[in-house]
C-alpha cells in the first residue's frame, strides 16, 4: 500500500512542506508519481520519516541523518562501533552547547538580578547598559 503526501503527512505528524524538503535533500527517495501526477510514497516511508524525525529531536544533523539512513539501509554497510562514534560524536555537541548556554543563563541572571525594575525611564536600565557595555562578562 502506498501513501499520498498529505496521508503521509498525516501518519508521521510531519508537515507536508518539510516531507517535499527531505525529499529534495534525498533523505527520502523521490515517490512513482501516478498518472494524476500524485506522488505515491511506498508503506516504508512511514518508518523511514519516522526515523528522520526521531533523530532530528535528538539533534542530529540532516548530514548526519543522512549517513545515519544509508547504514540502516545496508546494515552491512557498516559496524555498531561505526554508528555509536556518531552518537558520541553528537553527545560531544550537545554537552559543548549546554556548557555554552549555562554560561548565556549566568550572565543574564546576573545582570537581570542587578536590575531592580523600576518604573523608572528605561534611559538608567542596568539591563539595557550592560548589553550594550564592553565587558567580557557574556562569554565572548
Known amino acids: 500500500m502506498s501513501h499520498k503526501i498529505g496521508e503521509l503527512s498525516k501518519l508521521t505528524g510531519c508537515n507536508i512542506e518539510t516531507l517535499r ?8 527517495p523521490p515517490p512513482p508519481r501516478g498518472n494524476n501526477g500524485y506522488r505515491y510514497y511506498p508503506k516504508d516511508s512511514v518508518s523511514r ?10 539533534g542530529f544533523s540532516l548530514t548526519d541523518i543522512a ?4 547504514i540502516q539501509v545496508d546494515k552491512h554497510s557498516a559496524t555498531c562501533g561505526d554508528v555509536k562514534v556518531i ?4 553527545l560531544a555537541t550537545i554537552a559543548r552547547k ?3 548556554l549555562e554560561k548565556m543563563y549566568q550572565a543574564l541572571e546576573k545582570v537581570a538580578a542587578a536590575c531592580d525594575g523600576s518604573s523608572a525611564s528605561a534611559e538608567h536600565c542596568s539591563i539595557l547598559q550592560a548589553l550594550a557595555s564592553d565587558e567580557t562578562a557574556w562569554g565572548r
Do not use: Q
Open 21 to 28: 524538503y527531505y525529499e529534495r535533500e534525498g533523505l527520502l
Open 49 to 58: 520519516v519516522n526515523f528522520i524525525l526521531h533523530a532530528k529531536g535528538l
Open 67 to 70: 549517513e545515519l539512513l544509508s
Open 87 to 90: 552518537a558520541e560524536h553528537k
Open 98 to 100: 549546554i556548557r555554552e
